[in-house]
């Protein structure tokens, strides 16, 4: 399968900070990554699929970037509803995998 | 689109897990979708089980292969997945989600989750 490592595992970050999260891949995935951001007790969320394009509804100050095996999640202007943990997840392959998730705390 | 996990919350050690996902908004034969079984076990994060996609045509991760199985029944539009063998560290939230690749390739449409105690 193939793995999908993302750092760091967790951060805290004060309101309005730009935060990034680094997920690589084991092999070439193109721009098949996606992001999704869980909350406790509730199912995860997409925000961002093909790398890049912003799921519909997800606030702008999301993005996404990266091909081959390096991927980031940014978040321009951290806000309090943004306090999540957040995954990668590669479709290159059938078998899916998911990275380890980045719990985002507010300092 | 609504999924909707259903199932025993605790298992004992040993035994079988079955869980369903009941489908409404879709049907479970459309094109361009699967449907796939992700867990979340505590201190881990979120682990791909598998998928199926039409009736006999399933894919699981290596390992859990041995012991899943995971079917389609488009009569009552939803799909199941069994695990034998369950132990402690089965224990966890189980999500079934649409795997969708009409626009992309990604899970679009999740189910609230099913917390399953693997305990005695």
């Known amino acids: 399968d193939i793995e999908m490592t993302q750092s760091p595992s967790s951060l805290s970050a004060s309101l309005g900070d730009r935060v990034t999260i680094i997920c690589v891949s084991s092999?070439?995935?193109?721009?098949?990554v996606n992001w999704y951001q869980q909350k406790p007790g509730k199912a995860p969320e997409l925000l961002i699929y093909g790398a890049s394009t912003l799921h519909s509804g997800v606030p702008s100050r999301f993005s996404g970037s990266g091909f081959g095996t390096d991927f980031t999640l940014s978040i321009r202007g951290l806000a309090r509803d943004d306090v999540a943990t957040y995954f990668c997840q590669q479709s290159y392959s059938t078998f899916r995998t998911f990275g380890q998730g980045t719990r985002v705390e507010l300092k | 689109v609504q999924l909707e996990e259903s199932g025993p919350g605790l298992v004992r050690p040993s035994e079988t897990m079955s869980v369903t996902c009941s489908v409404s908004g879709v049907s479970v034969t459309s094109g361009g979708f699967s449907w796939a079984w992700i867990r979340h076990v505590p201190g881990k994060g979120l682990e791909w089980i598998g998928k199926?996609?039409?009736?006999?045509?399933?894919y699981t991760t290596q390992s859990l292969m041995s012991r899943t199985t995971i079917s389609l029944d488009p009569v009552r539009n939803r799909f199941s997945l069994e695990i034998k063998s369950m132990t402690a560290a089965d224990t966890g939230v189980y999500y079934c989600?649409?795997?969708?690749?009409?626009?992309?390739?990604?899970?679009?449409?999740w189910g609230r989750g099913i917390l399953v105690t693997v305990s005695s």
């Open positions: 989600a649409r795997d969708t690749a009409v626009a992309g390739d990604y899970f679009d449409a």
């Open positions: 092999e070439n995935v193109e721009d098949k």
């Open positions: 199926v996609y039409k009736v006999g045509v399933s």
